[in-house]
């Protein structure tokens, strides 16, 4: 088992690297078409990710419950990001990351509405502060770079994320995250593959700049397959409310990202938004905590 360092160092590293995609995503269409983005990005992605599988010899399922269970993890990927890269034209990364942070909220109102799970009155009180929240960066935004469209966007990138997660659970093939991963960026690429004939139009003429260059590479690497490990290794050995708490600290880490390093200067409203939907995310997951701390306690105390 994994000392309690790296365990938190892991943990370090997830939240940074989760915190600084969206604006590597920003700087990645820089130069390029947005998709172009998108598509290279799932193109570079799926070599790096078979390399992977070989060095450590994971066996790669390909019975129908596998590629049912890659089909569903696609959406997660392409089919999230899609919406993702074009709401770039409207939001600025921080707002990016501030919307990701909404994947708990649609997670429990997905898990209300279609599996019937029960919600606390304080989950309720949490979900409705986070849109009050959302609902102040909207209207707060309107003269900076925070579109109500891309909001739309987001909300939809979110939407399919979370939904995706609930796929390949149902699905349940019982196949290694390493393989779950690859085989989910293989169909990615596949779909990636069927976008090219709509934008070819705009296929790259010239090297883009080193800046996009190096922040498409940033997206592969770290996003797409460091983070990847880092989040089931962490599943493996914390709670998931102490996991689910990277929803929370990451976007005013992101905020703080854009601001320092793209000039992402934000009104006071969207500011004061930011800051009410996270508390309702804190809300959202206060029970949760609780119960966290009184069983940490109770191993610590002996009976």
Not at 112 to 120: E, I, N, P, S, Y
Not at 203 to 221: D, E, F, H, N, Q
Not at 240 to 255: G, R
Not at 282 to 289: H, I, Q, S
């Amino acid at each position: 088992m994994p000392s309690k360092t790296n365990i938190m160092m892991t943990y370090a590293l997830l939240v940074f690297i989760w915190a600084t995609t969206p604006l590597a995503i920003v700087w990645s269409v820089s130069d390029l078409h947005m998709l172009w983005a998108l598509v290279l990005r799932f193109f570079i992605a799926l070599p790096l990710a078979i390399i992977l599988l070989l060095l450590l010899k994971v066996k790669f399922p390909h019975h129908l419950q596998a590629w049912h269970s890659y089909l569903a993890g696609s959406f997660s990927l392409i089919g999230s990001q899609i919406f993702t890269y074009i709401a770039t034209a409207y939001l600025s990364s921080g707002i990016i990351a501030l919307m990701f942070g909404l994947t708990p909220i649609i997670a429990g109102l997905i898990g209300r509405f279609v599996f019937q799970l029960h919600l606390a009155r304080i989950q309720w009180i949490g979900m409705t502060v986070s849109i009050l929240g959302l609902g102040i960066i909207c209207f707060g935004g309107e003269t900076q770079h925070v579109h109500p469209l891309g909001i739309v966007l987001m909300l939809f990138s979110v939407l399919t994320y979370t939904m995706s997660i609930f796929w390949v659970k149902k699905v349940n093939a019982q196949v290694e995250p390493v393989a779950q991963a690859t085989g989910s960026i293989l169909v990615s690429t596949i779909a990636a593959l069927c976008i090219v004939p709509f934008i070819w139009q705009y296929v790259p003429t010239s090297l883009p700049s080193l800046k996009s260059i190096a922040a498409l590479l940033y997206t592969v690497i770290m996003a797409s397959l460091i983070a990847m490990f880092c989040y089931f290794k962490l599943v493996q050995n914390i709670q998931a409310t102490t996991l689910s708490l990277t929803t929370v600290m990451t976007p005013m880490i992101a905020l703080l990202i854009g601001a320092l390093f793209n000039q992402e200067a934000l009104s006071v409203m969207v500011f004061v938004g930011a800051l009410v939907l996270l508390s309702g995310l804190v809300l959202y997951f206060y029970r949760d905590l609780k119960a966290s701390r009184a069983l940490a306690q109770k191993i610590k105390t002996p009976s």
